[in-house]
């Protein structure tokens, strides 16, 4: 049997050693804040926006988001059936009702035509997921927000580094937030992001992040209301940084990658990859196969093709609603359908031509099987 191929895995070199050392022997103290505020900037600085606080996790950073921008109890928001649970774990814990629509089948992403038909007096907030770095439209579902006076908030969480007109995902709502899991292009090991260019916002994710201490406050150890605590170690932060330092070259090797798959599958007609709009960038965090309808061919005999190759895959997102604590929405067709044809291929700055090649035969014996 071959090696086994994973499905992903960070990219570290000696600058993450060296900063992550330097954070563990000197970040202590009146120093333990120096990584952490040094993300934060650099980050705002990559995206063009004029905020960011770095957090736990992209989930931890939703939850800020939407409890600073007062979204609760008796609130609807809208996003995709076919997302991940984080996505859609903090609008739950707000006291919030999510709302599943039906994706787009050529980017996978939250349709807005299906947006606007699900709008209601009580609805506050979009939430569009870039789902595996390809890119929602943003200018339908702006101008949807603008129409409802809506929060548009952006999950990026898969998308780093992928750009719509030239402007980098997350950058284009009332905030956006990013995730740094071990799995992403850019690493934390755990982590996320928080970024808006309001500044009242941001304020009050400051306020709500530090147990509910204003900045302003002088009376030592006194909050004003009772917050959360999803922030970032200086260590996390040290590594961020040194990945940071590297993200386009970390973008471009996982541009490669896809652009590798794109080339050997080019030749398969039931196969669909991740798709690159005129005028978008994307950044193919996770490269995805949609198998068409036609092919006959279904997710578990991807699945067993690719254990019995020892290699990692990873299934499509199943749809939201399908899960046990909501409620099924099988109208949402196409969230429906394409996760059971679906999966996601291995990905990570390192992988080598060779392996891309092994994982391109197996779903090549899988076609050849079902003709």
């Known amino acids: 049997m071959t090696e086994r191929i994973v499905y992903t895995q960070p990219s570290i070199t000696a600058l993450e050693h060296e900063y992550v050392m330097d954070a563990v022997k000197n970040g202590w103290g009146a120093h333990c804040y120096d990584y952490i505020n040094r993300f934060e900037e650099h980050f705002a600085r990559y995206l063009g926006v004029k905020h960011a606080v770095a957090t736990s996790s992209c989930t931890g950073a939703l939850q800020l988001g939407l409890a600073a921008a007062g979204i609760g109890a008796g609130d609807e928001v809208i996003l995709a059936d076919t997302n991940w649970i984080a996505s859609v774990a903090p609008v739950v814990h707000a006291g919030a009702t999510p709302v599943f629509v039906d994706i787009l089948p050529d980017t996978w992403c939250i349709d807005p035509q299906q947006v606007e038909r699900a709008i209601t007096a009580r609805t506050k907030a979009i939430i569009a997921v870039h789902l595996y ?182 299934v499509f997102f199943w749809p939201l609603s399908s899960l046990p604590m909501f409620t099924d929405k099988p109208e949402n067709k196409n969230a429906y359908g394409i996760c059971q044809r679906a999966i996601n291929l291995p990905s990570y700055p390192q992988m080598s031509i060779q392996q891309q090649e092994i994982v391109v035969s197996v779903i090549d014996g899988i076609i050849r099987s079902v003709k």
């Not at 309001?198 to 992040?209: D, I, K, Q």
């Open 133 to 314: 770095g390809n890119l929602c439209d943003m200018d339908a579902l702006r101008a949807l927000a603008e129409k409802y006076q809506l929060h548009l908030i952006e999950d990026a969480a898969e998308a780093l580094g992928s750009e719509y007109h030239h402007h980098k995902a997350g950058s284009m709502g009332a905030f956006g937030t990013f995730s740094f899991h071990g799995t992403k292009t850019m690493t934390t090991g755990e982590g996320g992001m928080f970024v808006t260019n309001n500044s009242e916002l941001y304020e009050r994710v400051l306020t709500l992040n530090n147990h509910g201490r204003s900045r302003h406050q002088q009376k030592q150890f006194w909050p004003d209301e009772v917050g959360y605590k999803f922030k970032m170690s200086n260590i996390q932060a040290a590594l961020g940084c040194a990945q940071l330092e590297r993200i386009d070259e970390l973008v471009n090797a996982k541009r490669e990658v896809f652009s590798r798959y794109k080339t050997l599958l080019s030749s398969y007609d039931a196969v669909a990859l991740n798709p690159e709009p005129s005028g978008c960038r994307n950044a193919y965090w996770m490269p995805t196969v949609v198998f068409s309808e036609s092919s006959n061919i279904q997710q578990f005999q991807l699945l067993e093709a690719f254990k019995a190759a020892n290699i990692d895959a990873r």
